[in-house]
């Protein structure tokens, strides 16, 4: 089933403000809880994450309200990644076959910024992240397997 959640990009606090949510809310990290970066396997051609890096969030998940999920990332400097009142918040969209995920990935970056183009990812999703021509940031995730 198709769903929307949240998307919510800290520096360094992931762990501390999901921590927090989870109590506000009173609900559990979906999945496996807390992946962290040291998780991600080795690809060829990606640069080793910094020592200090390693042990930060890469993904969380947490029900809040109504079945809605917040999720969250730390977005580590040595990743690229600079977060900025604007680019820690994504409308995260979750359809239910890669021809739809196409579909709306292409409509929103049209006259906007491709952050990442649509492709497979470790985690067994298609993957990929835009920001529109209202500097809305979206990011599209499809666990529709291959043909």
């Known amino acids: ?78 990743m690229g990644f600079k977060v900025v009142q604007g680019n820690n918040v994504y409308i995260n969209l979750q359809p239910d076959t890669r021809k739809e995920t196409i579909r709306l990935f292409s409509a929103l970056a049209e006259g906007g910024i491709v952050e990442q183009e649509l492709q497979e990812m470790f985690w067994d999703d298609f993957y990929g992240s835009c920001q529109d021509k209202f500097g809305v940031h979206w990011m599209f995730a499809c666990a529709e397997p291959t043909s």
């Not at 506000?24 to 962290?36: A, K, N």
């Not at 690809?43 to 890469?58: A, I, S, T």
């Open 1 to 78: 089933m198709a769903t929307v959640s949240t998307y919510l990009n800290f520096t360094n606090k992931t762990e501390e403000a999901f921590n927090f949510y989870k109590k506000v809310f009173g609900t559990d990290f979906s999945g496996e809880g807390i992946m962290r970066f040291k998780d991600i396997p080795p690809v060829e051609g990606m640069p080793p994450l910094p020592e200090k890096d390693l042990n930060l969030v890469m993904h969380v998940s947490l029900p809040i309200l109504g079945g809605h999920l917040l999720m969250g990332t730390d977005a580590p400097d040595s």
